[in-house]
């Protein structure tokens, strides 16, 4: 059977970074992969099956003992490649990881299992090969995410779930302030930021790694 939709955060960082929209565009593949590297890496801090160690400045991972493998397919497999390291591994490690390791490719997969995402093929007019690629099941659930982001900055509403805040700072992260905060009243973006702020240390630190691997990639043009 299919896992449960346990990973929302990662299905919205997917559906944010790689679809273009009414607002937004895509982000190129490197951004796209760190994007919803940091939110699968997010959703297992927040399930307390991973923890953001900080120590002689670097914010490592570790997987908790305390707690039982995930269940979920996605991030059991992030989880036990954390686990096979003889010594704990630093964030921006892990992110580097994930983008070079497909998680687009894996979480659309996974999204597929569920009914959200459709595989096709096609046949590249520059390799000449087959490929795959994954559009959205529903045209309104790919437009959602966004769309409930924005709304929620035009209304500043003091009611804010952590998810949300999570997304609305990796939003900015990965490049896409510009549509994020388009003709939206200019407190938005205040409000914005003292959200960020009330999140809890360990997913600042992430967003924090995610921004910096971003700049990174526009410094030095993606190499």
Known sequence: MP??????????????????????P????????????????????????????????????CFDERFR???????????????????????RDWLEF????????????????????VRHEYRS???????????????????????RLRRQL???????SVQDVYLLGLTEAVGLSKPLYYQLPSGARVYAGKQRQSLPAPLRALLAHLAAAVADIAITGGR
Do not use: C
Not at 107 to 114: D, G, I, K, P, S
Not at 154 to 160: A, F, N
């Open 3 to 24: 896992d449960a939709p346990s990973t929302r955060l990662v299905y919205d960082a997917l559906l944010i970074t790689s679809l273009d929209d009414a607002y937004k």
């Open 26 to 61: 895509a982000t190129g593949p490197r951004v796209t992969g760190l994007g919803i590297g940091a939110a699968l890496l997010a959703e297992l801090v927040l399930s307390q099956h991973l923890v953001v160690w900080a120590t002689k400045g670097v914010d490592l991972l």
């Open 69 to 91: 493998p995930p269940q979920d397919s996605l991030a059991l497999w992030l989880v036990e490649h954390i686990r096979a390291e003889p010594t704990s591994l630093s964030v």
């Open 98 to 117: 994930l983008s070079a390791a497909d998680v687009y490719t894996k979480t659309a997969e996974h999204m597929a299992m569920l009914g959200l995402m």
């Open 125 to 147: 007019r520059w390799t000449r090969r087959v490929e795959s690629g994954y559009e959205p099941s529903d045209a309104l659930f790919a437009n959602a995410v966004f769309s």
């Open 154 to 160: 035009s209304l500043s509403e003091q009611q804010i």
